[in-house]
Each structure stands twice: as structure tokens, then as C-alpha cells.
């Protein structure tokens, strides 16, 4: 699968060497550009020399301290997407890695389908938002709804946000923080899709059959065959005025969510479940309210205050 006319440049930074070469495999096998680096050192200077769309960082490059250096970087990079590897995808140690800066987690043993619909997420986002105007900045009140059936998103690669292109073109949201968002809104909406819609189980994701098949990947794909699933839609609507963007996403299953905003029969810890999902949105936006027995679910960012005509120069 490519992403655009021109494919993403990566930087991988992983200190185990087969690591390194499945990385380089799957990125060689897309067509993706990428350079490899041992250590977080390497990394650094390898940012100091060239630009690149995505920075793939293993977390423990760096010792103990298995975040500080993401902060370094995005100190002197501020809107460099980054996405982090960890062994570790408890709860508290994803949700540590998102309040470090990290874009998002890429768990081990990698799940390249994820790591491809993600890369191909931030690309599509930073492209388009060099693409937008800042005349947005006249704009005060803007509402946007979309509604999509289970078998139009299962077509889709990634969903288009305008409202928050046009967000951050016009200041009001940093690149960094539109990007994050963005990726939020895809968690909700692959969420919705396949626990809500198509009311799919992770733990298939470990069943696997003779052929080798995993039972989740052959469900979703009886279900998509099945108007009474197929048909069902997943609404996104998002809200923006008086200082701050409210999205929420919506699908038409049964709810896979108790109060707290945890799939029931799992633990928090458990990213099979909704835990990095739940982090990535806590670290997006300044509150996450769930509704309809997790049906339904509300992001709210509080927004910059808009810049200034002089800002932005004649």
C-alpha cells in the first residue's frame, strides 16, 4: 500500500539488529524510503542532517530513563512525528510514552498492518496540512458531520479531518497536537468499526485455525459480507467554537465498554483491549467522555487563541 505520489521517508532508531531487518524488510517490501540508526545518539545526529515524515524509535535506546530522549528531540524538533516501540505496553508505561510526545506506540511482537494504516495516517496528514490556507483564522464557528457504513470504512484507508487541517494551519493548534488528534479520531473510528459495528472479539486476534488464519480476520471479513453488520454506520462529528473542537464518534453495535471506559472481561493494562486506545486519546485532547455503553465517544480540546493578521505577514 502507498501513501501519496511520493513515499514516506523513515528513520528507524532500534538497537537489536533482527529487529533492524524485519523493519527493512516490510519497509523495503512497500517502497518506503529509510535510514537505520543503532542508538539514540545516531538519531539525533541523523535529524541534524535530513528531514524525514516519521522517526520508528525503540524506547529503551536511551537506558533506564526510557523516554527523556523522545523529549530532547522534540525540543529541537517540535513537530517531528514520532512513533515509539516498547516491550512494555502496560497502561502507565503507554500513557508516560504520549505525555513524553510520542505521535504513538508500536507495541512488540509489531503489528505491521497497524504500523502500515498509521504511517500512512501521518503522512496523509502532514501533506495535507501544508495544503491549507491560513485565512481559517477568520473563521469562528465551523461544524462537520460524517457518517460512514461498516463496509465504506473497511475500503478506507484513513479519514480526512479538514476542520483540524485548518485548525492547525491557522495556530490554533500546534501540528503535533492536530496530528495526535487525528490519529485519536482513527482509534475511535477502526474502534467503532470492529467492536462496535461488526461486534469482533481481540482475543481472536490469538485463535488461529488450520490454515493459519487468525479467527478476528475471518469474522471481519464474514461480517462485511453481512448487510445486517455491513450496513451499520459509524458517525464522526466534530464541533469547533468558543476556544475549543469537540469530536465524537458514534457507531450502532451493542457497546463494548463498562463506566470506566474499559472492555469488560479485560484489565486496563491490556492493550489487546482498549488501553492504548485510551491512552492515545488521553494524551490527544483535555477530556474523554464516554457515552451509550461505549458506543459512543466525546474528545474535547481546549484551543490556542487565534493569531494575529500580523502573524502570518502580507
Not at 59 to 70: Q, Y
Amino acid at each position: 500500500m502507498s501513501v501519496g505520489v511520493n513515499p514516506p521517508s523513515i528513520l528507524l532508531a532500534d538497537g537489536d539488529e533482527q529487529s533492524r531487518e524485519m523493519f527493512g524488510t516490510f519497509f523495503e517490501g512497500r517502497g518506503w524510503v529509510y535510514d537505520v540508526v543503532p542508538d539514540s545518539s545516531s538519531m539525533v545526529g541523523a535529524l541534524e542532517k535530513g528531514t524525514y515524515d516519521i522517526v520508528i524509535a525503540d524506547v529503551e535506546l536511551s537506558g533506564p530513563d526510557a523516554t527523556h530522549f523522545l523529549t530532547d528531540i522534540l525540543d529541537k524538533h517540535p513537530s517531528q512525528p514520532i512513533i515509539a516501540v516498547s516491550p512494555n505496553p502496560t497502561y502507565e508505561n503507554v500513557l508516560r510514552v504520549f505525555r513524553s510526545g510520542a505521535t504513538d506506540l508500536l507495541a512488540r511482537p509489531i503489528d505491521f498492518s497497524w504500523l502500515e494504516r498509521v504511517v500512512q495516517q501521518i503522512v496523509f496528514s502532514r501533506r495535507n496540512d501544508e495544503r491549507e490556507r491560513a485565512t481559517y483564522r477568520f473563521v469562528t464557528k465551523e461544524q462537520a458531520e460524517m457518517r460512514f457504513s461498516s463496509a465504506d470504512l473497511a475500503q478506507l484507508a484513513s479519514i480526512s479531518l479538514p476542520l483540524v487541517g485548518r485548525l492547525a494551519q491557522s495556530g490554533m493548534l500546534s501540528h503535533t497536537d492536530a496530528l495526535k488528534i487525528r490519529l485519536a479520531v482513527q482509534e475511535a473510528v477502526l474502534n467503532g468499526l470492529e467492536h462496535g459495528n461488526l461486534e469482533l472479539d481481540s482475543q481472536w486476534k490469538e485463535e488461529l485455525s488450520a490454515d493459519g488464519r487468525d479467527k478476528f480476520s475471518s469474522m471481519r471479513k464474514k461480517r462485511l459480507a453481512d448487510r445486517a453488520y455491513a450496513d451499520r454506520s459509524v458517525t464522526v462529528k466534530l464541533v469547533y467554537g468558543d476556544g475549543r473542537l469537540e469530536i465524537t464518534v458514534r457507531d450502532e453495535g451493542k457497546g463494548f465498554l463498562n463506566a470506566r471506559g474499559v472492555s469488560d472481561g479485560c484489565k486496563v493494562d491490556s492493550l489487546s483491549c482498549s488501553g492504548r486506545g485510551l491512552a492515545l486519546m488521553s494524551s490527544a485532547v483535555d477530556e474523554v467522555q464516554f457515552g451509550e455503553n461505549g458506543s459512543e465517544v466525546t474528545m474535547i480540546k481546549r484551543l490556542h487563541e487565534r493569531k494575529s493578521t500580523e502573524d502570518y505577514g502580507s
